[in-house]
């Protein structure tokens, strides 16, 4: 089992070149920011470096952080231009039974990650759940279709803050 | 002379008897074998997430309760241990065993669902009858206890929303008592029973190393020979008092982690939960279960993931907050929703037939992996 | 069987209007999809198991929509869904009853304000007989429910032109 100072410690010292930044100084649990470009070779080094092998991704968690700025469209609804959005990843490793938070943070308004399905199976649709609530793309994804709203839904990401609900879909009224 | 073959597409549900509800699967099949399997979910998905974001922390229980509307409780206290970390309240001693001996009938009552729907889905009718007669005993010990037989919001914030009923402790007795000798005839029935073995056994085989990085968990997980549950392994509530086995797939009838083995760990856990049941029962220490709630709910700016086992796998909350009375962001890291994507890597290679059998001892609950 | 056996044992005679005895076949014989959405399909086979048993009023389900006669519609009914339910209810052959089982299916229920993929009401798709109330209706609820149905069947008269309901 390593701590988290550990790891990161592991981590820095294989990836020199790459910003890995750790937030240890928050409340519950402790994180580590990796850039979107680099995740997925982080976290292939993380699978299988010897001494951390995290073999199962546990959880990934798409976030809309919400903190650019606000402005109105034409409708004179309030929209979000700029900010950031942020996956979290919840790793762990059941044979040494510790565990790892990662986030990565990208722009709001052209969201891309690289994915990590290629590490873990299991993250397969986490990412199609991103991408079809969120409008993350995931880069190199096998198959990025929207997963819980239907396949032609065209009135954008539901779970974005500042999502405007359709008045009809399919001919059906949707407010209530 | 050389024949002209091609692939053949099969459409499965969204309406069909045994697929659990509103999943369609689409079936490539090359004559009777499966070559491909894609789920197709979100026909029940219900914006559980959005609506984390507009409710207040209290009201966000009964929400939780109608994503697996099987296990409502597991699902309360999921989420409750969450935001308990969040707010860092010690509940009461008396609170603590009353959430065990709760979520645990829940999983002897999920079990029992699963158990009697996947012998529905094979041709066994019977054994339905029986497990949903047991199940209306538990769903009795609910009632008297909150009033709701299905979704409860039943575990709050720092307590329960109601002390248990001076007969609960002797009702849930007489329960186990009548339980027991009904849990070996199921076996008679079902379990030992040859046809079902012939086709359960040795179908759908999910070696480990695949299970792991697939994510699955639960009693799919253990079933593949690993002893991994979050009750002992990463504990939580009271857990950590009593004395309990976790069952794994050994192969008896076939290969480790077929879905005969899926099968009866599931019997074997709900043995085990009456030991666990037995023992919080007998050791239910007094005091005031409403004591601990919290006036107002409005935890520091931060983020959590709280985690319990659910009788279908690891349910995980990812809780962040904003400092302000609703959460920020709630993500569900749902145990079906993960377990399902496994159908294709398990059907591939099998008959048509074999997928009822499969899908039946994965064991999803739609409203969870859509949510 | 016990008590019409001896009373027709004879070859008696019954004198009835064809609509009464058509009415009685159809309401002690409803034949229901075996159709489930969300949380209240688990209190409609609830219904049907061994404590509340369904049977005992004709209801059986059958996997089948062109072989029944009611829907129960038990659930919440998603945007994705409901194009499906509907397909559903158009391939039901004639005469056929829609019961709404819970909140979520007469109103949208719990999901009525921020659901963004909830249909609010099944009744916006397809025509419903009874609305069954509860989140999720008790069994019993279920029963009643079936019960006021078997009446509003009892008493339809298929000379008179029936209201078409838009």
Same mark, same amino acid.
């Given at each position: ?176 | ?21 509103? #999943? ?62 969040? #707010? ?36 066994? =009718? ?15 010990? =609910? ?6 037989? #299905? ?23 007489? =329960? ?13 029935? #079902? ?126 909350? =990812? ?53 | ?166």
């Amino acid at each position: 089992m390593k701590s988290f100072e550990e790891i990161v410690e592991i981590l820095k010292n294989y990836f020199s070149d790459t910003s890995i930044e750790p937030k240890s100084d928050v409340k519950f649990e402790p994180y580590i920011i990796i850039p979107p470009q680099e995740i997925d070779k982080v976290c292939l080094f993380l699978r299988d470096n010897s001494e951390l092998y995290f073999d199962s991704l546990v959880n990934l968690s798409a976030v809309d952080d919400f903190n650019g700025q606000k402005i109105k469209d034409e409708q004179g609804n309030e929209i979000m231009q700029g900010g950031t959005m942020s996956v979290y990843y919840h790793l762990e490793s059941i044979k040494y039974r510790h565990k790892l938070l990662l986030r990565v943070i990208t722009e709001r308004d052209n969201p891309v990650v690289n994915s990590v399905t290629s590490v873990w199976n299991s993250s397969n649709w986490h990412e199609r759940e991103a991408f079809d609530l969120f409008g993350i793309k995931f880069l190199n994804h096998p198959d990025l279709r929207r997963i819980l709203m239907p396949y032609d839904w065209e009135f954008g990401y539901p779970l974005r803050k500042d999502y405007q609900n359709p008045e009809f879909y399919q001919g059906m009224k949707v407010p209530y | 002379m050389s024949v002209r073959t091609e692939e053949m597409v099969l459409n499965m549900g969204p309406q069909h008897p045994s697929t659990h509800g509103v #999943l369609r699967l689409e079936l490539t099949l090359d004559g009777e074998i499966i070559t491909k399997v894609v789920p197709h979910i979100g026909y029940l998905h219900r914006c559980f997430e959005k609506h984390c974001e507009v409710m207040s922390y209290p009201q966000v229980i009964p929400y939780t309760d109608r994503m697996d509307y099987l296990a409502a409780m597991g699902n309360e206290l999921g989420y409750v241990i969450g935001v308990e970390k969040l #707010l860092r309240i010690q509940v009461p001693e008396r609170v603590e065993y009353i959430r065990v001996i709760m979520a645990e009938l829940q999983r002897i009552a999920s079990h029992l669902v699963a158990i009697g729907t996947y012998g529905a889905d094979i041709g066994a =009718f019977t054994p339905f009858l029986y497990c949903f007669r047991d199940r209306e005993r538990i769903l009795n010990l =609910f009632e008297i206890t909150c009033g709701a037989r #299905l979704l409860y919001n039943y575990i709050w914030v720092g307590g329960l929303s109601h002390d248990l009923h001076p007969d609960f402790v002797r009702l849930t007795k007489e =329960f186990i008592k009548e339980f027991k000798p009904n849990l070996r005839e199921l076996n008679n029935l #079902l379990t030992y029973n040859k046809i079902f073995i012939d086709r359960t056994a040795n179908v759908g085989i999910l070696p480990l190393e695949t299970a792991i990085n697939f994510g699955v968990t639960g009693p799919m997980l253990r079933a593949s020979g690993l002893k991994w549950d979050l009750r002992k392994d990463d504990t939580y509530s009271v857990y950590n008092k009593f004395d309990f086995d976790i069952p794994i797939g050994e192969g008896k009838m076939g290969t480790v982690g077929d879905s005969w083995d899926r099968y009866y760990v599931r019997v074997l856990e709900m043995e085990e939960s009456l030991k666990i049941i037995e023992q919080a029962i007998e050791t239910l220490p007094d005091g005031d279960v409403t004591s601990a709630i919290p006036k107002k709910i409005k935890p520091p700016v931060g983020h959590v993931y709280s985690r319990v086992e659910n009788p279908r796998g690891e349910l995980g909350y =990812f809780i962040i907050s904003d400092g302000s009375t609703s959460p920020f962001r709630v993500k569900v890291r749902a145990p079906s929703f993960v377990n399902l994507q496994i159908m294709d890597e398990l059907c591939r290679g099998h008959l048509v037939a074999d997928v009822i059998a499969i899908l039946g001892s994965v064991d999803i609950v739609l409203g969870e992996v859509d949510r | 069987m016990g008590l019409l056996d001896k009373e027709f044992s004879d070859g008696n005679i019954l004198i009835t209007t064809t609509e009464d005895l058509f009415n009685w076949a159809r309401l002690s014989s409803l034949w229901q999809v075996g159709f489930g959405l969300a949380c209240c399909a688990i209190e409609m086979m609830a219904t049907s198991a061994s404590h509340y048993d369904f049977d005992r009023f004709g209801v059986i389900p059958r996997p089948s929509p062109r072989q029944s006669d009611v829907i129960i519609v038990s659930g919440t009914v998603t945007l994705k869904m409901a194009l499906r339910v509907k397909r559903l209810y158009e391939q039901m052959p004639d005469p056929k009853y829609v019961i709404s089982m819970g909140s979520c299916s007469n109103c949208g229920g719990p999901y009525w304000e921020h659901g963004y993929h909830v249909l609010k009401g099944v009744d916006r798709v397809i025509p419903v007989d009874v609305y069954v109330p509860g989140c999720p209706p008790r069994p019993e609820a279920l029963l009643e429910g079936l019960l006021k149905l078997q009446e509003k069947i009892r008493y339809e008269s298929i000379t008179k032109k029936k209201n078409e309901v838009v």
